[in-house]
């Protein structure tokens, strides 16, 4: 428009209303890369950036130090610029580098990232070649040079596009369709304003001023992107001061929810959600009933504020009124409403239950469309009424602690699952000693029923009834500590952490074990060191450990070999003690592609077996803070390295083992 008018006082007002879009390129420019880049501390500088640009486009039209006038080149007008434009000049500058250098260093970090690489990337060039554009601003200062700024920002607009196109540089359809929304709102909310503005302007001072009329548009376009956001910020505020208490609670049940999803303990999570939101709404007396799949009914889970010895025996069942009610209709109930409504026997029914549960509300907890638990909850502090936005916060943290209970169950049937796979692991364990016990059992009471035998005929001779006393003495302790052993192992017993010594359990594993190792002509060798500290272990469970790695060991066995177990103390990064148990055999090795499986449920190499021995030991030792170790060579052998600590740690969470150093294995 420029180039073909011959205004001059049209041409500088075209001029600044250039210069009003322009003056926000680099600010946007930089607000996109700090969001692009999710670089949190820079969003602060972007909004110093915008505050600087309405202080540049308010001087834009108020004084003569951006925009002073125009040009007349051959080609037509072109802006004139005063000495604040040099200072705009200055932060462009700043803004462009300093985007650019955020983009080199987002790629940098983001390198294992190939397509946020490329968008980086892209928008790198595309911003160097834009810059080029800079080269208009000569024109600004009375060098006669044609403006072919439009060269570069046409080639630039064209990359961004390959981009989004090519490489998804942004989510198009999500763009396009907030455009279209706010447009739409645009057209329906703001220019029926603007239409009442002109109106009144026509209406009190009979003209139009059509500069004012743009402002306030572009006012009411301010306003209406900024009140949204600036609302719910004043909200919060105004809430922190003046309704301090709400506050507060709100804040302590949203906290809540959120730790419920991480609790897998039904028992905690049970007593926290009752606890947690008694002490919130200042609630005395509460009680949480969850569904028991088994017995059909709802059991009580927790309480607080209640007698206990008068609650403990109160169950739900599923054909009780009150939870027929929520079943048909999982929605709060408010006894104070349902005592008024008086429509008939069943609702009397269910206001009598809640009074016998002393609740004034109770809400259902569901899961996939089925009721799962009941919350009951009583009188609030003071004998408030519950608000609506009471009841609307509770019923979204009820939702969340279904999640929760749900995650907490399936938790709990997995430990069960997990329970009875050990089992049978022990079990399976045990038939493959059997055959070997049998025998092992059987050669010292065919020598003892031989000397029973000749014992009559031989009775006057003394040298024989000593030697038989003392044979028969010998095999008899021999086969009572084989079948104590034996017991020992196989008898299950409940989980029950307690100091122990680790050569005693890996001495009599391996007394089980001798048997069958000499029947494949295995020799066992023991190396157990002398000064162990007891660990605090299930004794139970690390027996089955050590049952199920030498039993590996042999099995890997073919023909005659060794197989050695050895136990060390040894100190892990200069404080943490671990008691070691070290089991090395000379059979066939594990391939380094199977090693990183091996602990993995259902991975075997052998031709029997289900694969479950290894990823149950792993599980166990786990759990008691340790872990486990493996070095191997095909042909050579393998060597397994059951580390635990003298001191269990507090949290039994499975932790990831650290990578083993073959230079010392127990670091």
């Known amino acids: 428009m420029l180039f073909n008018i011959h205004d001059l006082q049209v041409a500088e007002k075209l001029a600044r209303l250039g210069y009003s879009g322009i003056i926000f390129i680099p600010i946007v420019f930089f607000h996109f890369v700090v969001a692009f880049t999710k670089n949190e501390g820079k969003q602060r500088l972007s909004y110093f950036f915008y505050i600087l640009g309405g202080l540049f486009a308010i001087s834009l039209w108020t004084t003569d130090t951006f925009v002073s006038g125009v040009y007349r080149y051959y080609w037509g007008l072109y802006p004139k ?69 439009f060269v570069f920002t046409n080639i630039h607009a064209g990359i961004i596009t390959y981009a ?43 003209n139009i001023n059509y500069f004012f009329s743009i402002f306030t548009l572009v006012l009411f376009m301010i306003v209406g992107f900024v009140f949204p956001k600036l609302r719910f910020q004043t909200e919060e505020a105004l809430e922190r001061v003046l309704f301090k208490k709400r506050y507060n609670y709100r804040e302590t049940l949203s906290r809540s929810s959120k730790d419920m999803v991480s ?18 709404l200042g609630i005395q007396k509460a009680s949480l009933f969850l569904i028991d799949d088994v017995k059909g009914l709802l059991g009580l889970k927790a309480t607080t504020g209640l007698d206990l010895d008068e609650f403990k025996e109160v169950i739900l069942p599923r054909d009780d009124l009150l939870v027929q009610k929520l ?86 049937n997995l430990k069960q699952s997990q329970s009875i796979i050990r089992r049978a692991d022990r079990l399976s ?11 092992e059992i059987r050669n010292p009471l065919v020598a003892i029923r031989t000397f029973t035998q000749l014992l009559p005929e031989r009775y006057q001779d003394v040298e024989f009834r000593n030697s038989f006393q003392s044979l028969a003495l010998k095999e008899v302790d021999r086969i009572c500590g084989l079948v104590n052993d034996l017991l020992s192992f196989a008898r299950p017993s409940a989980p029950n952490v307690s100091a122990e010594n680790i050569n005693e359990i890996v001495d009599g594993i391996v007394r089980i074990l001798e048997t069958e190792a000499k029947e494949k002509g295995v020799q ?9 500290s007891k660990v605090l272990i299930d004794k139970e469970q690390i027996k089955q450990v050590s049952m199920n790695i030498i039993l590996n060991a042999l099995q890997s066995i073919q023909g005659k070999g060794v197989v050695e177990v050895a136990t060390r103390p040894f100190t892990k990064d200069g404080s943490d003690e671990f ?31 289900v694969g479950l021995g290894l990823s149950i030991s792993h599980q166990i030792v786990q759990e008691h803070g340790g872990y486990i170790m493996v070095e191997s060579q095909v042909g050579r052998g393998t060597t397994f390295f059951i580390n635990l600590p003298v001191k269990r740690p507090a949290s039994q969470e499975a932790r990831t083992h650290p990578q083993f150093n073959e230079e010392n294995p127990g670091h």
């Open 263 to 280: 609790m897998v303990d039904l028992d905690a999570l049970s007593n926290s959600l009752v606890h947690t939101i008694g002490r919130a």
């Open 429 to 439: 364990s045990l038939g493959q000693l059997t055959a070997g016990l049998a025998h």
């Open 579 to 609: 008691v070691q148990i070290g089991v090395r055999d000379s059979g066939v090795g594990i391939p380094q592609k199977d090693l990183e499986n091996i602990f993995n449920p259902f991975f075997t190499t052998k031709k029997e077996g």
């Open 327 to 412: 079943m048909s209709r999982p929605k709060v109930i408010v006894r104070e409403e349902v005592e008024m409504v008086r429509d008939g026997v069943e609702t009397k029914a269910v206001a009598d239950r809640m009074r016998q549960l002393e609740a004034e509300i109770s809400l259902p907890i569901t899961s996939k469309d089925r009721l799962i638990g009941i919350l009951n909850l009583g009188h609030k502090e003071g004998r408030e009424m519950y608000s609506d936005e009471d009841l609307e916060l509770l019923s979204t943290l009820t939702n969340q602690a279904a999640i929760a209970i749900e995650n907490a169950r399936l938790y709990e």
């Open 164 to 206: 989004i196109i090519q490489y998804r540089l942004l989510e198009i359809n999500l763009f396009i369709k907030k455009t279209l929304v706010y447009a739409l709102l645009l057209l329906l909310l703001l220019f029926p304003c603007y239409v009442v503005v002109i109106w009144g302007q026509k209406l009190v001072f009979g």
């Open 81 to 149: 610029v005063g000495l604040l434009h040099i200072f705009y000049v200055g932060t462009l500058s700043v803004m462009l580098f300093t985007g650019l250098y955020l983009l080199v260093d987002y790629r940098r970090k983001a390198v294992d990232q190939p397509m946020r690489v490329n968008q980086a990337t892209y928008i790198f060039v595309s911003t160097i070649i834009y810059s080029l554009a800079a080269v208009d601003f000569l024109t600004n200062y009375g060098i006669e040079l044609y403006p072919i700024g």
């Open 524 to 532: 066992i060798y023991r190396r157990l060191a002398t000064n162990l």
